[in-house]
Structures are given as C-alpha cells and as structure tokens.
C-alpha cells in the first residue's frame, strides 16, 4: 500500500523544482514539454512506476494466484476451482 501512495510525491516533485523550471523557461533553456517528457522519462518511471511494477508482480505470486485453465482446472470438467493439487484429486 506504501508503494501506491508513495507516487503521489511525483506530484511534490513538480512543485518542489517550479521555480527552477520558470527561471529556466524563461531563460530559454528549454520548453515545457522538453521538460515534462525528461522528468517522465528519467525521474518517474524508473524512479517510482518500475519499482511499483516489480513490487506488484512479486507479491502476486507470492499470494499463491495461479493462471485459469491449468492442469485439471478446464471449464465443464465439474472439478472445484482453486484448492492445492490434493485437494483437486479427491
């Protein structure tokens, strides 16, 4: 749940560095979508989406939740859905 919330910061990120971007833009450094699409690209996805994405993927099998249609588990068999591979065979 920390995971979910902590990337609401990126929101806290824009805000943080707005004075730096306006001296910067109106310096003419940059543009702001060359700024928004390297703060994306560089600092939020790697940052705060990938780890989300490995966190999640993890936990998931972790849980013990399987993919529908595996051995023993096809649709019209009568068998009980879920349960540890003994339980399937009674």
């Known amino acids: 749940m920390n995971q979910i919330f902590g990337n609401l910061s990126a929101i806290d990120l824009f805000i943080r560095q707005k004075h730096i971007f306006i001296h910067e ?3 003419g450094f940059y543009r702001v ?6 703060k994306v690209l560089c600092d939020i996805i790697p940052m705060r989406v990938l780890p989300l994405c ?3 993927s ?3 099998f972790m849980m013990g939740r399987r993919e529908r249609g595996g051995e023993g588990e096809r649709e019209g068999e009568g068998g009980r859905e879920g349960g540890t591979k003994r ?3 009674k």
Do not use: L
């Open 25 to 27: 833009n109106a310096s």
């Open 33 to 38: 979508s060359s700024y928004f699409i390297a």
């Open 54 to 56: 490995i966190f999640a």
């Open 58 to 60: 993890v936990t998931y």
């Open 87 to 89: 339980e399937r065979e």
